[in-house]
């Protein structure tokens, strides 16, 4: 199925952590700002965003969790457009007004059929439903729907999971920070289902380093292509 060249783009702690801890009160663009020996360089990681692709794909969770519902509509039209999956949903009427006030285009997938983007007037809105999500088909939407030729991903542990369960990542850009974070319950870049058995181990994927780059105030990037 045809789909998009994908980048797994995220910021991690040494041990792989790429939030606080458990709580959604807890974010890493909000907290580590705050963590001596880490805010010193954190921008580096934002600096490093603005160049990924113009198609960015992230979940309601998420967007819900760095205050997207809370912020008025915006004043500056960004040319990146954004792929949110959005089931509960997380995201309000508000949330997404602002969105849509900033971004290019902004897609909502929802198996939510009373998701409030249903009641949304907005040009550059598309919702696209689903029974069951299905990531793989999402991909092949944008690819043949929509000309989406390359998509960051940066949504949360479990969705990730996904996406490596079902082979959907091409290449990893890492930015990791001098931070040990910590907790069973955190999220780390990868969550979703472990495999159990010697038979899933198709289900793993091998990555191999393309770049290796030593940031500033200990800061590092890793850049690796997914191996097929």
Partial sequence: MKRPITTLFMLMSI?????SGSSDMLDAD?????????KEGIQQYYDLEQCTDLWSLNSGR????????EKEKSTFKTPVSFVIIDNK???????????CSWLKQLIIVTTNKNHPAYTC????????????????????????EYHVDRLTIQSGGTMNGYFLRNQCFDYIDI???????GGKETATLIDGDSIASIDQLHLLQGCRLIKSQTLENSFVRLCYEVLK
């Fill in 62 to 69: 998420v967007m819900a969790k760095v205050g997207m519902n």
């Fill in 15 to 19: 041990d792989g952590k790429i939030t």
């Fill in 89 to 99: 949903p997380h995201l309000n009427d508000k949330g997404i007004a602002y969105l």
């Fill in 121 to 144: 007037n907005e040009d550059n809105l598309t919702i696209i439903y689903q029974d069951e999500f299905d990531g793989k088909l999402l991909l092949n939407h944008l690819a043949n």
């Fill in 175 to 181: 930015v990791i920070a001098p931070i040990l974070v």
């Fill in 30 to 38: 909000q907290d580590w700002k705050l963590v001596k020996g880490v």
